[in-house]
């Protein structure tokens, strides 16, 4: 996995794991960034936004076919994560 071939090449480099579901749901994590970079700690905000809502599967055409193809795959869990 090439995950883990980055952490353990750059196992000696001074490094932040960093998940962007972090990011969204834990608004402390940002700071902890600044931080880690020697940053001023600021209050950080995106002009992103979610822009559908609602289960997947009343969004997906195939919902079908793609919750069939991806199940028992290590892709499953993507079938229930709220985006």
Same mark, same amino acid.
């Given at each position: #996995? %090439? $995950? $883990?071939? %980055?952490?353990?090449?750059?196992?000696? +480099?001074?490094? #932040?794991? @960093?998940?962007?579901?972090? !990011? $969204? +749901?834990?608004? +402390?994590? !940002?700071?902890?960034?600044?931080?880690? @970079?020697? !940053?001023?700690? #600021? *209050? @950080? /905000?995106?002009?992103?936004?979610?822009? !559908?809502?609602?289960?997947?599967?009343? =969004?997906?055409?195939?919902?079908?076919?793609?919750?069939? /193809? @991806?199940?028992? +795959?290590?892709? *499953?869990?993507? =079938?229930? %994560?709220?985006?």
């Amino acid at each position: #996995m %090439a $995950v $883990v071939r %980055a952490l353990e090449y750059f196992n000696s +480099t001074r490094h #932040m794991v @960093l998940y962007y579901e972090d !990011l $969204v +749901t834990n608004h +402390t994590k !940002l700071k902890d960034v600044q931080e880690f @970079l020697g !940053l001023p700690q #600021m *209050e @950080l /905000t995106s002009g992103q936004v979610k822009i !559908l809502k609602g289960p997947l599967s009343d =969004l997906v055409n195939n919902w079908d076919d793609v919750n069939k /193809t @991806l199940k028992g +795959t290590k892709y *499953e869990r993507f =079938l229930h %994560a709220d985006y």
